[in-house]
C-alpha cells in the first residue's frame, strides 16, 4: 500500500495543475463535421434532382399526351413533373440517411437496388409521356416499383425513416403505373 506521506490535496488554484481554457478544438471539430454533413446531404440530394430536371428537359412531352382527351383524374404534366422532382429528392435524402450511417457497407445490395431505382425513374417519364411507348412504359413502372420496393426494405432495416420516405415515391409509381395501363388500353 502507498505510504500516505507522499500524497498531496490537490489545489483548485495550484497554477502547476492543467485546467482546460475553452473546448474550442471539440467545438471546430463539430463545426467541420456538420460542415461535411450538409455538404454530402447536398451532393445526395442534387445529383438525383439535376438527373431528373435533365431528363425532364431533354424529353419533353409529346403533344399526343397534351392534346388527347383524358379523364379527369390523369395529371397535368407539370404535376407529372413536380412529383418526379419531389420523389428523386425524397429518394436522395433517403440514400444519403442510409449513407450516412454506413447502411451500405451493412447492406451491400441496396447500393444496386437505388442506382436501378434510379435509372429506372429517369427513363419513365421519357417512356411514357414523351415517347408515348406505353407497353414499354407499363413494364419501366412494374420495375421501378419493385426497386422501390426493394429500396424500402433494405433502407428501413438501416434506418426506418429512410424506409418510410421511400412510401411516397411508391405511391407516385403505382399511381403513373395506373395512368400508364390507361394509356395503353386507351
Not at 428501413?156 to 403513373?176: F, Q, S
Request: aromatic share 10%.
Amino acid at each position: 500500500m502507498a505510504s500516505s506521506t507522499n500524497l498531496k490535496p490537490r489545489i483548485k488554484d495550484d497554477p502547476s495543475t492543467p485546467m482546460p481554457t475553452n473546448n474550442r478544438p471539440k467545438r471546430e471539430k463539430k463545426m467541420a463535421m456538420a460542415k461535411r454533413g450538409l455538404r454530402s446531404l447536398g451532393t445526395a440530394v442534387a445529383i438525383p434532382l439535376s438527373l431528373t430536371l435533365a431528363s425532364i428537359y431533354f424529353s419533353g412531352a409529346t403533344d399526343s399526351y397534351r392534346t388527347s382527351p383524358k379523364p379527369f383524374w390523369f395529371p397535368p404534366l407539370w404535376a407529372v413533373y413536380a412529383t418526379s422532382m419531389a420523389s428523386s429528392l425524397l429518394m436522395g435524402l433517403s440514400a444519403w440517411l442510409v449513407w450516412a450511417e454506413g447502411g451500405f457497407h451493412k447492406k451491400p445490395t441496396a447500393l444496386p437496388i437505388y442506382i436501378a431505382q434510379l435509372v429506372l425513374g429517369l427513363i419513365r417519364d421519357p417512356i411514357v409521356f414523351g415517347c408515348g411507348t406505353s407497353r414499354v412504359g407499363l413494364v419501366v413502372c412494374m420495375g421501378l416499383f419493385g426497386a422501390l420496393v426493394g429500396c424500402s426494405r433494405m433502407f428501413r432495416e438501416v434506418n426506418p425513416i429512410a424506409g418510410d420516405l421511400v412510401k411516397p415515391c411508391l405511391t407516385w409509381t403505382a399511381y403513373v403505373g395506373v395512368v400508364t395501363l390507361q394509356l395503353l388500353f386507351a
